[in-house]
């Protein structure tokens, strides 16, 4: 079940830079990790990024280490993704995705988005 809006994505060129965004309408995930998942064409879902509620630990793929960059506002109930330097291959689907307790693989997440595509033209 749906309860996180992801916003932001957009087409972009090769070495720009997109931000999005993912609101809690509604309620509040506080005590809840957040993390970014990207399913690129004929790929499996993928993790990019997560932080973590309560001492705010950050965790990054190899692929976007130096180029994205998770953060979070909990006031807001608001989590975003910098994409910066962004390259072909970094052309997905985005979503986010919250779950009780520390960052996890996806199947341990409870709360997903329905996406937002990213795509990277060369």
């Known amino acids: 079940q749906e309860q996180l809006v992801e916003s932001g994505g957009g087409l972009v060129q090769v070495g720009g830079s997109l931000r999005v965004s993912c609101a809690a309408p509604g309620r509040t995930f506080s005590g809840y990790s957040m993390a970014w998942f990207r399913q690129g064409p004929g790929k499996e879902r993928e993790f990019v990024a997560g932080?973590?509620?309560?001492?705010?630990?950050?965790y990054y793929a190899d692929s976007v280490k130096g180029r994205f960059t998770i953060s979070r506002d909990n006031a807001k109930n608001t989590v975003y993704l910098q994409m910066n330097s962004l390259k072909p291959e970094d052309t997905a689907v985005y979503y986010c995705a919250a779950r009780l307790g520390l960052v996890a693989g996806a199947n341990e997440y409870k709360y997903w988005g329905q996406g937002t595509q990213v795509t990277v033209s060369s």
């Open positions: 932080i973590e509620w309560r001492y705010g630990s950050i």
